[in-house]
Nanobody
Framework: QVQLVESGGGLVQPGGSLRLSCATS????????MSWYRQAPGKERELVAT??????NYADSVKGRFTISRDNAQRTLYLQMNSLKPEDTAVYYC??????????????WGQGTQVTVSS
């Protein structure tokens, strides 16, 4: 059974930093596009950052502050978050997605990790 397990969340003051990790198992990790999403209370889940085949994309709200990276040997995804703001407060989710050549999509989610930015 595929598992994605996030860690590294917590309470941090504005301007602080956190590093999230997403450890995966039973997943052909290197084949998957890996992403971080977040969901704040009362809001829809939104895409934060994606890494696929060396290419990265970020939401405008986190550009220049967050960095997504992956270690294929360790099958782990990371999100380095700097200059955190209160509006970054949310549950952060790891996502793995792969679409085969015949258009079958495999899509997996982690359970989420809470990030709270507050003084």
């Amino acid at each position: 059974q595929v598992q994605l397990v996030e860690s590294g969340g917590g309470l941090v003051q504005p301007g602080g930093s956190l590093r999230l990790s997403c450890a995966t198992s039973k997943l052909a990790f290197e084949m998957y596009a890996m992403s971080w999403y977040r969901q704040a209370p009362g809001k829809e889940r939104e895409l934060v950052a994606t890494e696929s085949s060396g290419n990265t994309n970020y939401a405008d709200s986190v550009k220049g502050r967050f960095t997504i990276s992956r270690d294929n040997a360790q099958r782990t995804l990371y999100l380095q978050m700097n200059s955190l703001k209160p509006e970054d407060t949310a549950v952060y989710y790891c996502n793995a997605r792969f679409t085969t050549s015949y258009s079958k999509t495999y899509n997996y989610w982690g359970q989420g990790t809470q990030v709270t930015v507050s003084s």
